[in-house]
């Protein structure tokens, strides 16, 4: 009678044996609070129809994942799974319009926007007001698998590894200078020697732009001038005006693009324009700003934010990257597997160690 009793009881056990077994288990890194990242286990995500599974191959490190693990990152909560310039293969896909499938390498756009809001029905959807990006909003590709709708892929089998996981920091650089609208023969400031500010300089100089590059560490200016090839480099100081004003006889510049996000050099940047310029804010800052208003009144100035990027942002990135008119291999400059992540990534933080762009594979 006992045995009896006990036979449902077994019988359960060996299904959730069963079902254990089934399981599969993937890795991912969490930033539990600033300062703080920790490697866990999980089980694998499962999706739903209009839904890609995607195995993460490689996660770019980019200045919003160092500003959180800082504890300044604006629009931000913890914990959060970070990451969202992501080289990814689908693992799993319904058939679909796009007519990709199984095994391809895709791009993620890692914004995910409502199509309802007046930006989403004017076609900037950047800058929807519903906008949740992966990695700051909502958990992102710090993990061996991610799920997303099929709506955020763009093919990207012409890439290798290094080239998918740039694209999401140059498409800002190239939607910023769209921003400005650009043309041949214009002189314009990077500030900043960053991952964002290299990709303006180089996307600029593709359309015949004169690029004077900014910042304040020698070796990323060395870096902007002998990789780029941009063609002025100054060290910030205050002596950076006059520099400027002797390169351009005194013109300035008809556009000056900010690539930091840190106060004082936002603050800084209508020293550098000319009169009936752009000053085009591209890096974020969480506090206030203040800007002289009789200086930039005088100037007629065109301040313009430069938020996210497009489709369009992203394809041309692609173009120009199967081109081969990027420098991939010394753009990315540091490289570790998700099991050692989280012994280098403070070293990343300094820009003395020589880092642009560090990535981690998954």
Same mark, same amino acid.
């Given at each position: 009678m006992?045995?009896?009793?006990?036979?449902p009881?077994?019988e359960k056990?060996?299904?959730?044996?069963?079902?254990?077994?089934?399981?599969?288990?993937?890795?991912?890194i969490?930033?539990?609070?600033?300062?703080?990242?920790?490697?866990? $286990?999980?089980?694998?995500?499962?999706r739903?129809?209009?839904?890609?599974l995607?195995?993460?191959k490689?996660?770019?490190?980019?200045?919003?994942d160092?500003?959180?693990?800082?504890?300044?990152?604006a629009?931000?909560?913890?914990?959060?799974i970070?990451?969202?310039?992501?080289?990814?293969q689908i693992?799993?896909?319904?058939?679909?319009?796009?007519?990709i499938k %199984?095994g391809?390498?895709?791009?993620i756009?890692?914004?995910?926007?409502?199509?309802?809001?007046?930006?989403?029905?004017?076609g900037?959807t950047?800058?929807?007001?519903?906008?949740?990006?992966?990695?700051?909003?909502?958990?992102?590709?710090m993990?061996?698998?991610i799920?997303v709708?099929?709506?955020?892929?763009?093919p990207?089998q012409n890439l290798n590894?290094?080239e998918?996981?740039?694209?999401?920091?140059?498409?800002?650089?190239a939607?910023?200078?769209?921003?400005?609208?650009?043309?041949?023969?214009?002189?314009?400031?990077?500030i900043?020697c960053?991952?964002?500010?290299?990709?303006?300089?180089?996307?600029a100089?593709l359309?015949?732009?004169?690029?004077?590059?900014?910042?304040m560490n020698?070796q990323?200016l060395?870096?902007a001038?002998n990789d780029?090839?941009?063609?002025?480099?100054?060290?910030?100081?205050?002596?950076?005006?006059?520099?400027?004003?002797?390169?351009?006889?005194?013109?300035? #510049?008809?556009?000056?693009f900010?690539a930091?996000?840190h106060k004082?050099?936002?603050?800084?940047?209508?020293?550098y324009m000319s009169h009936?310029?752009?000053?085009?804010?591209?890096g974020l800052?969480?506090?206030?700003?203040?800007?002289?208003?009789? %200086?930039?009144?005088?100037?007629?100035?065109?301040?313009l #934010?430069?938020?996210?990027?497009?489709?369009?942002?992203?394809?041309?990135?692609?173009?120009v990257?199967s081109?081969? $008119?990027?420098?991939?291999?010394?753009?990315?400059?540091?490289?570790?597997? #998700?099991t050692?992540m989280?012994?280098?990534?403070d070293s990343w933080l300094?820009? %003395?160690?020589?880092?642009?762009?560090?990535?981690?594979?998954?």
């Amino acid at each position: 009678m006992l045995i009896w009793a006990s036979l449902p009881y077994f019988e359960k056990c060996k299904a959730t044996a069963r079902n254990y077994q089934n399981t599969l288990i993937m890795k991912y890194i969490v930033c539990e609070k600033p300062g703080e990242f920790v490697l866990k $286990d999980k089980e694998e995500p499962k999706r739903k129809s209009g839904e890609v599974l995607l195995r993460v191959k490689k996660v770019g490190i980019c200045g919003t994942d160092l500003h959180a693990y800082a504890g300044n990152q604006a629009f931000f909560t913890y914990p959060r799974i970070l990451g969202h310039e992501l080289a990814t293969q689908i693992v799993e896909i319904d058939k679909n319009d796009k007519g990709i499938k %199984a095994g391809d390498n895709v791009v993620i756009m890692p914004y995910l926007n409502c199509n309802e809001c007046i930006a989403c029905r004017n076609g900037k959807t950047n800058c929807c007001m519903s906008m949740r990006v992966l990695g700051i909003h909502i958990d992102g590709g710090m993990q061996e698998k991610i799920i997303v709708p099929i709506d955020l892929l763009i093919p990207a089998q012409n890439l290798n590894d290094n080239e998918m996981a740039v694209v999401e920091p140059l498409a800002i650089g190239a939607h910023a200078i769209r921003r400005a609208q650009l043309q041949a023969g214009e002189t314009i400031v990077v500030i900043g020697c960053g991952p964002i500010g290299i990709g303006i300089m180089k996307l600029a100089q593709l359309i015949e732009v004169k690029v004077i590059a900014i910042d304040m560490n020698q070796q990323r200016l060395d870096y902007a001038k002998n990789d780029i090839g941009v063609d002025y480099v100054i060290k910030g100081g205050p002596d950076a005006v006059e520099k400027i004003k002797e390169i351009t006889q005194g013109d300035m #510049c008809t556009a000056v693009f900010d690539a930091t996000g840190h106060k004082d050099a936002l603050e800084s940047g209508p020293e550098y324009m000319s009169h009936g310029g752009r000053y085009i804010l591209v890096g974020l800052s969480k506090g206030e700003l203040t800007f002289t208003h009789p %200086a930039i009144h005088a100037k007629e100035t065109s301040i313009l #934010c430069s938020r996210n990027a497009t489709l369009e942002d992203f394809e041309h990135v692609i173009s120009v990257l199967s081109n081969g $008119d990027f420098p991939i291999d010394s753009f990315v400059t540091h490289n570790v597997d #998700c099991t050692e992540m989280i012994e280098h990534f403070d070293s990343w933080l300094d820009p %003395a160690n020589g880092v642009i762009k560090a990535t981690v594979n998954f």
